[in-house]
């Protein structure tokens, strides 16, 4: 039996209410004790200082593979994953060829299995092929392990597709992730629509774009019962839309990126067009970055999600209309966020920690989000107060696409263990692999 | 005096002495071209390209000229708009353009921030010839300097740009210069191609023409791409003519020593009639003459003329 015990950490548990120095003692793949000074012969991680966590699940995340493999694979991903603190991801399947049918699913899950070293969870096509025409065979596809439905990338145009994806999987509890677009108002638009982009010369996609289909979404969750999750909110109306929805006990979860509550479109015009603000949804305006602190403060934000979306560099070293929409966000969510919503904010470290892990479990319905014993060794530890800047050239994922180049964080994942294999300690991948 | 930098990428982030520098300096570059042998050895052995990834008849070939009068040797590539993305990429053709020993590239590209980009990886000049929406900095010049010419000054005019300034560089840059030269920069269009959003810029933005046209020492008149008709943005070319047509008629809101000015090339019956722009208060021939003073004026202080 293989044990490991991480001595002298505080274990921050929302899920079973729990703050205090404490030991955790995992067996196998198991956290098999909780308690105050543990002893037993192990590997020992000295975790003195350090927060000892429920597995953090970045549930939006693009891997690129199959297909696009010179952007990121299964091994860069995991990696940068494991690296940003990151026990679980999600990937949105959104890949050549799309994830639609449960065979890709298997192959997916089994490429998982030989090189990742993190957990993956795929979220299927919503539509085959994601064409917006009809829908995939989504109930075989949740058998065979995928989590979620979604056409992210080719956001869902079509009410009734919308309306049948909602009503057929509510008996299989599984949700639909759609990105909130109405693509008729944002036709040749690459960045938010305001004064920016008005000066810039740049097509604009007004926030109403993202309302809209927030709107028709929430409407058809109510309509059909189902379960609806919106991913990347980045406007002031789509947050008091659907705070009123879930004011009125709709199932209905949201999540935000770091980087729609780090940046405004401003960033377009300082850095004169530099293409790794380029990203959809766009940076909003002031006024939508402000509301959605707001509505972190309110929980009406379920989860932080980086919509990790790596691209190599001939995708953005090019004209701004010609390139690649994305971030490469795995690496830089944990250690901005514990600055600006922590040690900037009024968040506590249990709230970032429900919107880490506990909500994103909860949400994709996976085992997470808890270190009670019994429960799945997947653990995050973070180092409150350490500071440093973001170095792009560092980064374990292939896409060296950020817009936080130099930025100051404080608090980083320290160690990362996955079903009781420690794949990342003291910042540093250790060349794990995941137990499966 | 040269400039403060060594790209000519925009009249927003070009200081106001700059500008002031070039035109003053257009002035005696006007002078040479008034000559009958209109060659100065000022520029030999000086070397620029002009890139044009969008067609282009009179900024390219004043430039071209520009650059002949001033005795620089100039080579030109045009790329078909069409094999962009298939081609070799942007940065590619300008390395290749620089390893050949290149001074200046003088790009039109139809992306808006593409010399901004541009100017982040070469180690030359560059001058934009337009780019997307976003800005045509010697269009600016040459119109604020015909303004001069004929007006005396900038400060305190009041300046019209009429027609589509949602999508049109020219009326961008226009509003730059013009701002920083202390005009009052007013636009009328209708309100689909009026600009959405100036944040806190001194603009006045009209949806009707006549309000904008009352008093206007200088009316600007942009170039209406009927290409916007097949998008929506207006019904028809006709009902554009009939309510946003510069006409003599409502030209008498005007200041009767009203200028009428056009970058070409123009829709003659459609944003601007025959009458007003064959009149004598038209400049739009003259604006192509001090575009070739302009630009002498910015490869002069551009390419080290101005340091002997």
Redesign the interface.
């Known amino acids: 039996m293989r044990r490991l015990l991480i001595k002298g950490g505080r274990v921050l548990d929302p899920a079973e209410n729990v703050d205090a120095v404490l030991d955790v003692l995992v067996e196998d793949d198991r956290v098999s004790a909780v308690g105050v000074d543990l002893s037993a012969e192990a590997e020992v991680l000295d975790a003195s200082g350090l927060l000892v966590c429920p597995g953090f699940i970045d549930m939006h995340v693009h891997l690129r593979d199959p297909g696009e493999e010179y952007k990121e694979d299964m091994a860069s991903g995991t990696r940068a994953a494991a690296r940003g603190g990151f026990t679980a991801i999600a990937c949105m399947p959104n890949t050549q060829p799309v994830i639609d049918n449960r065979a890709l699913v298997e192959a997916l899950l089994r490429k998982t299995q030989n090189m990742g070293c993190v957990r993956v969870y795929p979220i299927c096509a919503l539509s085959k092929g994601q064409k917006g025409e009809e829908l995939a065979e989504l109930a075989d596809m949740r058998q065979a392990g995928a989590v979620a439905a979604s056409d992210d990338g080719h956001p869902v145009q079509n009410g009734q597709l919308m309306r049948l994806a909602l009503d057929y999987l509510r008996p299989f509890d599984m949700p639909v992730i759609n990105h909130a677009e109405d693509k008729s108002l944002t036709e040749g638009a690459v960045m938010h629509?305001?004064?920016?982009?008005?000066?810039?010369?740049?097509r604009?996609m007004p926030a109403e774009a993202e309302e809209l289909m927030v709107a028709r979404d929430l409407m058809l969750a109510r309509l059909t019962g189902g379960r609806l999750h919106i991913p990347h909110v980045s406007t002031k109306g789509a947050v008091e839309l659907i705070a009123a929805y879930k004011s009125q006990g709709f199932k209905v979860t949201c999540e935000v990126a770091p980087h729609h509550l780090l940046l405004t479109d401003k960033i377009v015009r300082e850095t004169?067009?530099d293409t790794n603000t380029k990203v959809n949804p766009p940076l909003r305006s002031l006024e939508h970055v402000e509301a959605l602190h707001q509505a972190i403060k309110e929980g009406v934000i379920d989860a932080i999600a980086s919509d990790h979306a790596p691209h190599h560099q001939?995708d953005k070293?090019?004209?701004?209309?010609?390139a690649a929409f994305g971030i490469s966000g795995l690496e830089t969510s944990v250690g901005l966020m514990a600055r600006r919503l922590v040690h900037e904010g009024s968040l506590s470290w249990a709230d970032l920690i429900r919107l880490y892990s506990l909500h994103p479990a909860r949400i994709l319905n996976v085992e997470g989000g808890s270190l009670a014993q019994g429960v799945r060794a997947d653990i995050t530890i973070i180092a409150p107060e350490l500071e440093g800047t973001v170095t792009a050239q560092a980064f374990a994922s292939k896409g060296r696409n950020t817009p936080f180049e130099g930025w100051k964080f404080k608090g980083a994942p320290w160690g990362t263990v996955v079903g009781g294999d420690v794949v990342m300690w003291e910042g540093r991948l250790t060349g794990g692999n995941k137990v499966t | 005096m040269k400039l403060a930098s060594r790209h000519v990428l925009d009249l927003?982030t070009m200081p106001a002495e700059d500008m002031k520098n070039i035109l003053d300096t257009a002035e005696s570059m006007k002078e040479i071209l008034g000559r009958s042998i209109k060659k100065v050895p000022t520029l030999r052995g000086k070397s620029l390209c002009t890139l044009f990834y969008e067609p282009s008849t009179r900024t390219r070939a004043s430039f071209e000229l520009a650059a002949k009068y001033m005795s620089a040797d100039s080579i030109s590539i045009a790329t078909a708009t069409s094999s962009?993305?298939k081609g070799e990429?942007?940065?590619d053709t300008a390395r290749t353009i620089e390893a050949m020993g290149v001074d200046m590239i003088i790009m039109r590209?139809?992306?808006?921030?593409?010399s901004?980009?541009l100017s982040?990886h070469v180690k030359g000049a560059v001058i934009n010839a337009g780019?997307?929406?976003?800005?045509h900095p010697t269009q600016g010049l040459l119109d604020m300097f015909t303004m001069r010419q004929h007006l005396g000054r900038l400060e305190g005019l009041k300046v019209t740009i009429v027609g589509d300034a949602l999508h049109s560089?020219v009326a961008?840059s226009n509003m730059w210069g013009l701002i920083k030269m202390g005009a009052q920069v007013c636009m009328a269009a209708p309100s689909t191609l009026l600009?959405?959003?100036?944040?806190d810029?001194d603009v006045k933005v009209y949806d009707r023409l006549e309000p904008a046209l009352e008093g206007a020492d200088v009316v600007n008149v942009l170039r209406l791409q009927l290409e916007r008709q097949k998008r929506g943005l207006f019904p028809s070319a006709r009902e554009y003519s009939q309510f946003y047509g510069v006409n003599q008629e409502r030209l008498k809101l005007a200041s009767p020593d009203v200028l009428v000015m056009h970058p070409g090339p123009m829709n003659r019956g459609v944003e601007i009639s025959t009458e007003v722009a064959d009149a004598p208060m038209s400049t739009i021939d003259e604006q192509v003459t001090n575009g070739v003073a302009v630009r002498m004026a910015l490869l002069y202080l551009l390419l080290g003329g101005a340091d002997e």
């Open positions: 629509e305001g004064s920016v982009s008005t000066l810039l010369g740049l604009g004169w067009y001939d070293l090019v004209e701004y209309d010609y | 927003e962009i993305k990429t942007l940065l590209h139809p992306v808006s921030g593409s901004h980009f982040r780019d997307g929406m976003h800005a560089r961008r600009p959405l959003d100036l944040g810029l």
